[in-house]
């Protein structure tokens, strides 16, 4: 029985999947709620993707309001009408679809404002074109062939199809109320230009040709992430892998390629080999899965393309800027990462792989001139005697630790060039070019019979972080670099139990709890000469100091189940996919540092700095450790 009612001035539909809120006066859609997952109501009935204010509209609307007489509410339908006969009606159609029809509508038929401060979208089509806009706010414009799927971090995916003839076009917008002003305690560097960005959004504007009648229909997908292929994979334990595993893969709108976030590019990525692992578990046949792995291949053509060096380093400091060696400000561990991501890519593209192979072998050649000394372990090109040194070629972050003076012999930089080294010798004998695997096989050899006794610090029982030019052990009990010596296999399994226990000790000594938060860095403070000199993010238990992040759980609990600490690392594992599955954390753009979850303290407060997609590599920890998988991230055991 259909029943009209008079007028109200919000009319709202929920579900499991999905919540939404329309003003009645105006057809405007106020509220947005996304949980592709149905097992939150707080999350999706609460927080919506939609700007505030802003939210989504019929632009005919905005001339001519739709008439109250004209307003219809049925149990699933809601249909609004003006005086010049323009009609717009909104169905839902099940828990997770509902649409919007247009009638006697010219040209625009629906604009929609989302929010990137709360869930910064990225949007995943199969083609786009793009181009820098002149308006003064607007940063680009891209159009998007339909379907396209949105996805918001912590909340899910939408995937929007339209009628024949309609297209969809965005455009990033800042906020003119905070342009050009200085946010955040001490914010400073790259992320000043993003300032206006922060209070920003995301506007897609839909049009038709056919105005007498056109369509827009909307799907809350279920999750989307690598089967679960294990006993006790369905079991809610592993929700937080479910709902976090498309994080990681944030669309950079510039470039269209993967960075931190949305707008810090991936051209030379310090972390490219973090995603590169994570998508080699992403098989089937998801059409997304698909997207996400061609996008990432032309990204690590476009780093050597654009990022790489005449020596071979890889460094997006040389993007827009001369081949030469001048001075720099980029990562140096992103030279290993691009070598192991171009092998990673092998795994499902052996085609583009080997495009890839010529650039791969450069930066490894560079690699291999850093051996200095000769004993098969690398030399970074700055001292590590202090933060702040002199560097042959120019003042430089050392590595994904960049509070911290890594230097000279670095053990994170080289547990990742023995990587990069042993998956190009693997690939090249597999390619039968067994002539050029053979230099790469001779200098692991070399590192292999040299690491542990370069790094070891038998006063702490575990691997030191780094050995100054001056010869000076530099070790704070960093976790990783126990981890990744272990996941590499340069630790054998019986010495790497026993230095696991140690940090697992440590911990409980300085009070980490059951580590729902993620896994710290490093167990003692580092001193200052080691660290930056600014309070808010190298005071100890803040940030990289001390503070824990999921990124650094990747290597920890696999190297945990390597040695056969399996229940432990269950336990802690599930303790963070908990809180990754019942809390957020995704914080979003937002101005300042210190305020994003990415890093917390050992309570739980935030110490980040503006959201990293590295933050969810440790969910890899579930197929590596967990399901023990095959993955050349984690190494055949090396005996001494």
Same mark, same amino acid.
């Given at each position: ?45 609460? $927080? ?269 400091? $040389? ?260 809180? $990754? ?60």
């Amino acid at each position: 029985m259909q029943s009209k009612h008079t007028h109200p001035v919000y009319s709202s539909f929920s579900s499991d999947y999905t919540s939404l809120t329309f003003d009645s006066e105006t057809g405007r859609l106020l509220f947005f709620g996304v949980e592709s997952g149905g097992r939150d109501w707080d999350r999706h009935g609460t $927080y919506s993707v939609l700007m505030p204010s802003y939210g989504a509209i019929c632009p005919t609307f905005e001339k001519a309001p739709p008439l109250k007489e004209k307003t219809v509410r049925l149990d699933n339908t809601l249909v609004f009408e003006n005086a010049a006969g323009a009609k717009q009606t909104f169905t839902m159609e099940d828990d997770r679809h509902f649409s919007f029809g247009f009638e006697n509508v010219p040209n625009t038929i629906m604009k929609i404002c989302f929010s990137i401060r709360r869930a910064p979208l990225t949007i995943w089509s199969e083609e786009h074109s793009k181009k820098h806009s002149n308006r003064k706010n607007c940063l680009f414009r891209t159009r998007y062939s339909l379907p396209l799927i949105i996805h918001f971090p912590d909340f899910g995916l939408v995937r929007i199809s339209a009628d024949e003839g309609v297209t969809c076009e965005e455009k990033l917008f800042t906020s003119l109320e905070y342009n050009g002003l200085d946010l955040g305690a001490e914010n400073y560097g790259y992320h000043n230009k993003m300032h206006a960005l922060h209070f920003g959004y995301s506007e897609l504007t839909f049009r038709t040709a056919n105005t007498s009648a056109s369509g827009i229909r909307f799907e809350i997908m279920e999750e989307i992430y690598p089967k679960l292929d294990f006993d006790g994979g369905c079991d809610a334990a592993w929700n937080g892998v479910r709902r976090q595993w498309m994080n990681a893969f944030a669309l950079n709108r510039e470039y269209f390629d993967m960075g931190d976030n949305i707008m810090l590019h991936g051209r030379g990525h310090l972390a490219v080999h973090m995603k590169s692992d994570m998508l080699q578990v992403m098989g089937g046949d998801e059409p997304l899965f698909k997207l996400v792995r061609d996008t990432f291949k032309q990204q690590i053509l476009d780093g050597f393309l654009y990022a790489q060096a005449e020596d071979g380093e890889v460094n997006f400091s $040389y993007i827009n800027r001369p081949k030469g060696r001048e001075p720099m400000c980029g990562f140096i561990d992103s030279t290993p990462g691009s070598v192991i991501a171009a092998c990673g890519i092998a795994h499902w593209d052996r085609g583009f792989a080997e495009k890839l192979l010529p650039y791969a072998q450069k930066a490894a050649d560079f690699i291999l001139t850093l051996d200095r000394d000769g004993d098969g372990i690398f030399e970074v090109p700055f001292s590590g005697n202090f933060l702040e040194d002199t560097v042959e070629y120019g003042v430089r972050q050392r590595n994904w630790w960049d509070n911290f003076a890594f230097g000279h012999k670095d053990i994170y930089f080289n547990c990742l060039c023995h990587r990069a080294l042993r998956e190009l010798r693997d690939l090249l004998t597999e390619s039968g070019r067994q002539i050029e695997a053979a230099k790469y096989a001779s200098q692991i050899a070399l590192f292999d019979a040299h690491f542990y006794d370069t790094f070891y610090n038998l006063e702490t029982g575990v691997m030191a972080g780094w050995i100054s030019a001056d010869g000076r052990m530099h070790d704070y009990m960093f976790t990783f670099a126990v981890s990744m010596g272990i996941d590499e296999g340069l630790i054998p399994l019986d010495k790497g139990r026993k230095m696991m226990s140690i940090l697992l000790a440590k911990m409980r000594d300085e009070g980490y709890g059951d580590l729902r938060y993620g896994i710290p860095g490093n167990l003692i403070s580092v001193a200052d000469p080691d660290t930056i000199h600014w309070s808010c993010m190298s005071d100890w238990g803040r940030y990289e100091n001390g503070g824990l992040c999921g990124m650094n759980g990747f290597h920890f609990l696999t190297a945990m189940y390597r040695v056969g600490m399996r229940e432990e690392a269950d336990r802690i594992l599930k303790a963070i996919l908990n809180t $990754y599955e019942t809390e957020f954390t995704h914080s979003g753009l937002m101005p300042g540092y210190v305020q994003s979850v990415d890093w917390r303290t050992k309570e739980g407060n935030p110490c980040g700095y503006n959201y990293l997609a590295d933050n969810y590599y440790f969910l890899l920890a579930v197929y590596t450790g967990h399901a023990g998988i095959r993955h050349p991230a984690v190494a055949v055991e090396r005996p001494l």
